[in-house]
């Protein structure tokens, strides 16, 4: 387990830095809650390869939390288990909420209902006029997709999309900075802002595919709607839209499509474009459980799609630290439980050693092959034994942070207590 006494001091420091110390009459607030099937010692960041691209996140996170100086952006992509954004939404809260002043923004969202699929648990947004939509999962469709995976378009002139971020019992967010990224070509609509917000400032970034507006004051609520100012514009392709603020802070991004293995996000045409835009400082790829999901699997392609998804990021930015995660076990057709989801995460674990990532082995964590008849039994996956309840989510991204700090930790005992 994390070292407590070595936190404990580097937390007491950062406190004392802020004149806060009532948080050490409380207890530990990290703890995890105790099953006898999840393998706690398991619960580490390994680093089969080079280990030094983490140094600059590890000092970035330390001036952070020490100074409330600088920002920190996390993009985490995936499949289902992303989209719904328990998980990912719990790292997000636990790495925003680490020390005060944490909150950099919620980051990139997609307006999911519009597409007729579910919106994370903390957005919510509605629509008019007519939309059609793309997902990277479907194969028999020719549109070209950014980053998020997933596309809306419009031809009504008068459609609008509305967000709205709901805080309860989740980190209150709001923003004065957003970003919307569309189609740039002489057939797309104008975005505007309706409502009430007053701009400072309207920008846009053609060459990384997205139009940002500066606001005056701070909102949790986002209305969109699509101008046409020439006869030649004819439609509106929407990407995503990524909420943020000009605070310091962590952002934390996430970005998943229901069903998306690692070959669905190659095919996306604006990815690197996009994924320039967001500039994230750590990048966490969450993928592997559908492309583990069938009766048998070509390793040789799966191998090369992980290793192309690696190379694509790395291609935007050659130094960046990279966290590969293993899928967790689960069952096929509620009925099988998946042997190749194994295969996977030892292709996982090489691809990780050859291009010097970082890796969080969950489905060693989560108890191995055959481990998710006991998450189910204790409440923690839904009845496909595929995905997760709420609370089944919450514990993984507790692991996850957890298995964070621990990296975090040893970075701390070799860099600052022990120089």
């Not at 997000?92 to 307006?111: A, D, I, K, Y």
């Not at 031809?155 to 209150?172: G, H, M, P, R, V």
């Not at 996977?344 to 050859?354: L, M, P, S, T, W």
């Amino acid at each position: 387990m994390l070292s407590k006494t070595r936190l404990y001091i580097f937390l007491f420091m950062i406190f004392q830095s802020l004149n806060i110390t009532s948080v050490f009459s409380q207890d530990y607030p990290y703890d995890l809650p105790f099953y006898n099937f999840i393998r706690y010692d398991e619960n580490k960041l390994i680093f089969p390869g080079d280990s030094s691209s983490y140094d600059n996140l590890f000092s970035s996170f330390s001036t952070l939390t020490l100074k409330g100086e600088g920002r920190i952006t996390v993009l985490h992509l995936g499949d289902s288990h992303i989209q719904a954004d328990y998980f990912s939404g719990r790292v997000r809260e636990r790495l925003q909420t680490f020390s005060p002043g944490n909150v950099g923004g919620r980051g990139f969202v997609f307006p999911y209902r519009v597409a007729q699929t579910n919106n994370p648990f903390n957005l919510a947004n509605q629509y008019s006029g007519e939309w059609e939509y793309c997902r990277n999962v479907e194969r028999n469709k020719d549109c070209d997709l950014g980053l998020s995976g997933i596309s809306v378009t419009t031809y009504d002139s008068t459609a609008t999309i509305s967000l709205y971020l709901k805080d309860k019992d989740y980190q209150k967010y709001d923003f004065n900075t957003v970003k919307i990224f569309h189609n740039f070509d002489s057939t797309s609509y104008t975005v505007e802002l309706n409502g009430y917000l007053k701009k400072v400032e309207v920008s846009d970034n053609d060459s990384l595919g997205f139009t940002q507006f500066y606001l005056e004051d701070y909102t949790d609520t986002l209305h969109l709607r699509f101008v046409k100012n020439a006869p030649s514009q004819q439609k509106f392709t929407l990407h995503g839209i990524s909420l943020e603020t000009e605070d310091p802070g962590v952002v934390y991004h996430s970005i998943g499509v229901n069903g998306a293995d690692v070959a669905s996000f190659l095919r996306c045409t604006y990815f690197s474009q996009h994924l320039k835009a967001l500039n994230p400082d750590w990048v966490i790829i969450s993928l592997g459980t559908n492309d583990s999901y069938g009766k048998s699997i070509d390793s040789a392609a799966t191998y090369h799609d992980f290793e192309r998804m690696v190379l694509k990021v790395r291609g935007v930015s050659p130094e960046i630290p990279i966290l590969l995660t293993t899928p967790g076990d689960h069952y096929r057709q509620r009925r099988y439980v998946n042997r190749n989801t194994e295969v996977v995460r030892n292709i996982i674990i090489d691809v990780a050693k050859k291009h010097d990532c970082a890796v969080w082995d969950y489905f060693s964590v989560m108890g191995g092959l055959n481990s998710v008849n006991f998450w189910y039994k204790a409440g923690l996956t839904a009845n496909d034994k595929l995905h997760y309840s709420k609370d089944g989510y919450y514990l993984q991204g507790d692991l996850l942070f957890t298995a964070f700090l621990r990296a975090y930790d040893n970075y701390i005992d070799k860099n600052i207590i022990n120089k």
